[in-house]
């Protein structure tokens, strides 16, 4: 049971899925709710994104879900699934919102045409639904970080989950060389301005950690984010940065 109101809701939603015929369909669960209920709900994320590369796989579930089961196409036998507002889906993405309990949570399946995702492994799982993998979860924060790093109304969220899922130099160097096959060395660049903007603008991680509801100490947090910066310079060359 999560602890946050939000996360029971969003947990209580996750429950009623159908998790084999998402996997069947490569179709994982990312993005930060997935990130912050694997770490211990370090901060509120209010969405339930779910993430597809296989265009074959995601024009099949457009096709369940437009279709007259609707929701439940996906979802166990016995689901109660109740929708806040009507199926949308276009070239992009699949979108809805979800009643739970007195809670609205925006639901989404996005096909993600920049990289292509790895199968899940044992690990990788929250309430017996597939997760992206830890590298794919950490190129996808990459990726979305170089969209929206100095869009204020983010919080620079994207970096900060990607420090909280603590990744080794090995990677960090794994994920980098995975997202660069798709925005090439703005990767680098972007990732650098977020966290100096995290560490060096006075009272800015304050401000974030308040609006993401962050509950981890402020000092932690700060040092997750020098060691980030520090990893990455010393091995500069080898990520091939250019300024």
Same mark, same amino acid.
Request: proline share 2%; aromatic share 8%.
């Given at each position: ?5 939000h996360?029971?809701?969003i ?13 069947e369909h490569r179709?994982?669960?990312?993005g930060g ?5 694997m ?8 969405d ?9 796989h995601?024009?099949?579930l ?6 007259t089961?609707g929701i439940?196409?996906?979802?166990k036998?016995? %689901?109660k699934l109740?929708l806040?507002?009507d199926?949308?889906?276009d070239q992009y993405g699949?979108?809805?919102m979800i009643?739970s309990?007195?809670v ?5 399946i996005?096909l993600?045409?920049?990289?292509v995702?790895?199968?899940?492994g044992?690990?990788n799982?929250v309430?017996?639904i597939a997760?992206?993998?830890?590298l ?13 790093w100095n869009? %204020?109304a983010?919080y620079?969220?994207?970096i900060?989950d990607?420090v909280?899922l603590?990744?080794s130099k090995i990677?960090?160097?794994a994920?980098?060389?995975k997202a660069?096959l798709?925005?090439g ?5 972007d ?7 995290l560490?060096a603008?006075?009272g ?6 308040k609006m ?7 000092a ?12 990455h310079?010393?091995?500069e060359k ?5 300024t």
């Amino acid at each position: 049971m999560f602890r946050r109101k939000h996360h029971q809701a969003i947990g209580n939603i996750l429950q009623q899925l159908n998790g084999d015929l998402l996997r069947e369909h490569r179709c994982y669960f990312g993005g930060g709710t997935a990130i912050a209920l694997m770490k211990d709900e370090y901060r509120e994320s209010v969405d339930i994104d779910f993430l597809i590369s296989d265009k074959e796989h995601y024009r099949e579930l457009r096709s369940l879900l437009t279709d007259t089961a609707g929701i439940y196409s996906i979802a166990k036998k016995g %689901a109660k699934l109740v929708l806040a507002r009507d199926i949308k889906a276009d070239q992009y993405g699949i979108r809805t919102m979800i009643q739970s309990g007195d809670v609205v949570v925006k639901f989404e399946i996005v096909l993600e045409g920049r990289i292509v995702f790895d199968g899940p492994g044992p690990s990788n799982f929250v309430e017996n639904i597939a997760t992206l993998t830890k590298l794919d979860l950490l190129t996808s924060k990459l990726l979305a970080n170089s969209d929206r790093w100095n869009d %204020a109304a983010i919080y620079n969220r994207d970096i900060i989950d990607y420090v909280m899922l603590a990744p080794s130099k090995i990677e960090l160097n794994a994920s980098l060389k995975k997202a660069h096959l798709a925005y090439g060395n703005s990767i680098h660049r972007d990732l650098q301005k977020a966290s100096n903007k995290l560490l060096a603008h006075d009272g800015w991680l304050e401000e974030c950690m308040k609006m993401l509801k962050i509950d981890i100490p402020k000092a932690l947090l700060w040092q997750k984010l020098n060691d980030l910066m520090r990893d990455h310079t010393t091995n500069e060359k080898l990520y091939s940065l250019k300024t």
